[in-house]
């Protein structure tokens, strides 16, 4: 059974920084495509980053610059380091992993920038 079990997450200043990770119960080799979600009150869930099987990686508008996805295959986690956290950054923070079998999501994190 595939289980995704964030981390990380807490309250920051705005500027500040939190790395939040992403530990899976299988190789995240067997995954497509790995990728944080975030979902904030009233908003829709938005990706905010994504890694493929080669490394590639994509991010959201909002987070370039900021936010940086990786992943260390052989302690089968996904990383999220967030940098210049911003107010509007406070989000629900979740995992997600793709793969043929099916698709899988964390339990999420909580992510709260205020001063």
């Known amino acids: 059974q595939v289980q995704l079990a964030e981390s990380g997450g807490g309250m920051v200043q705005p500027g500040g920084s939190l790395r939040l990770s992403c530990a899976a119960s299988v190789s995240i080799g067997i995954f497509n495509h790995m990728a944080w979600y975030r979902q904030a009150p009233g908003v829709q869930r938005e990706r905010v980053a994504f890694?493929?099987?080669?490394?590639?990686?994509n991010y959201a508008d909002s987070v370039k610059g900021r936010f940086t996805i990786s992943r260390d295959n052989a302690k089968k986690t996904v990383y999220l380091q967030m940098n210049s956290l911003k107010p509007e950054d406070t989000a629900v923070y979740y995992c997600?992993?793709?793969?043929?079998?099916?698709?899988?999501w964390g339990q999420g994190t909580q992510v709260t920038v205020s001063s």
């Open positions: 997600f992993a793709f793969s043929s079998r099916g698709n899988y």
């Open positions: 890694i493929g099987n080669s490394g590639s990686t």
